[in-house]
């Protein structure tokens, strides 16, 4: 298993202004049975610079291999993996706290991190991981998840995690994409729900990280605007808080 970290620099096409603060750093989550290559060939081959060089993206490999045919064999190399594992009705799941702890040592290790993006099956646990960590039932010793990204993902289907990370809503920045010919789409919709003022980039693909369109770029660079916003006056608030310290000694 390995860990890629992509150390994207700002383009001429941005001024330069632009990155002198501290780049939205995100653990990347893959897709069931792929890897982190993978889903870095994925998102960097299809996004723009316009949106990668604003981000600071980590992608990591899932800890279990596949243990079975990869969706993507044919299409992208081994090896692949999987977060957890489920039978075929979703009745049944195995190794899912393990998963969660292996993604805190994650964390822990490669941190800190400003959010969570995943694709399919890390998608799933994006979305679930900052209710379960509002609860104290995962990610307790790292910062708090404050954005995520959600590429064709929808609630795990498991009734006791939606339960516990969904009874709220979640009011950390969301980007979801959703795709017309995507197999999870229901899900997808129903996931927004479970977001306060979600962003959304609807495609007309299926299961897949899209390319972005005229219209799904200003919402992405949006979305992206919205997290450097918060940073900025989290930035500012530490500040002052540290000058009246200063001050008060």
Same mark, same amino acid.
């Given at each position: 298993?390995?860990?890629?970290?992509?150390p994207t620099?700002p383009t001429?096409?941005?001024?330069a202004s632009?990155?002198?603060r501290?780049?939205p750093r995100f653990l990347?989550?893959h897709?069931f049975r792929?890897?982190?290559?993978?889903?870095?060939?994925?998102?960097l081959?299809?996004?723009p610079?316009?949106?990668?060089?604003?981000?600071?993206?980590f992608f990591? #490999?899932?800890? /279990?291999?596949a243990?079975?045919?990869?969706e993507?064999?044919?299409? =992208?190399?081994? +090896?692949?993996?999987e977060?957890?594992?489920?039978?075929?009705?979703?009745t049944?799941?195995r190794?899912f706290?393990?998963?969660?702890d292996?993604i805190e040592?994650l964390m822990?290790k490669?941190?800190p991190f400003?959010?969570l993006?995943?694709f399919s099956?890390?998608?799933?646990?994006?979305?679930?991981?900052?209710?379960?960590?509002a609860?104290?039932?995962a990610l307790k010793?790292?910062p708090?998840?404050?954005?995520v990204v959600i590429?064709g993902?929808?609630?795990?289907?498991?009734?006791i995690v939606?339960e516990?990370?969904?009874?709220?809503?979640?009011?950390?920045p969301?980007?979801h994409?959703i795709? #017309?010919?995507d /197999?999870?789409?229901e899900r997808g919709?129903a996931l927004?729900?479970? =977001?306060?003022? +979600?962003?959304?980039?609807?495609h007309?693909r299926g299961?897949t990280v899209?390319?972005?369109d005229?219209?799904?770029?200003?919402?992405?660079?949006g979305?992206?605007d919205r997290?450097?916003?918060?940073?900025?006056e989290?930035?500012?608030?530490?500040?002052?808080?540290?000058?009246e310290?200063?001050?008060a000694?």
């Open positions: 298993m390995g860990s890629l970290t992509v620099e001429n096409a941005i001024g632009e990155y002198r501290r780049r990347c989550l897709g792929t890897s982190a290559e993978i889903m870095r060939k994925q998102v081959g299809k996004w610079d316009l949106v990668t060089a604003r981000l600071d993206l990591a #490999d899932a800890p /279990f291999p243990e079975g045919k990869s993507v064999e044919g299409i =992208f190399d081994p +090896p692949y993996y977060w957890f594992q489920f039978n075929k009705g979703f049944e799941f190794n706290d393990e998963c969660l292996y040592d822990i490669h941190g400003d959010g993006m995943g099956q890390g998608a799933a646990l994006s979305a679930a991981l900052p209710g379960l960590q609860k104290g039932l010793s790292v708090q998840v404050k954005n590429i993902g929808g609630k795990i289907p498991v009734p939606v516990k990370a969904f009874d709220v809503k979640i009011k950390c969301s980007l994409f795709g #017309d010919l /197999f999870l789409k919709e927004l729900d479970a =977001f306060v003022d +979600p962003f959304v980039v609807r007309s299961h899209p390319r972005l005229d219209k799904s770029l200003e919402t992405v660079l979305y992206i997290i450097e916003k918060n940073m900025d989290e930035t500012e608030l530490s500040r002052s808080k540290c000058e310290s200063i001050e000694a």
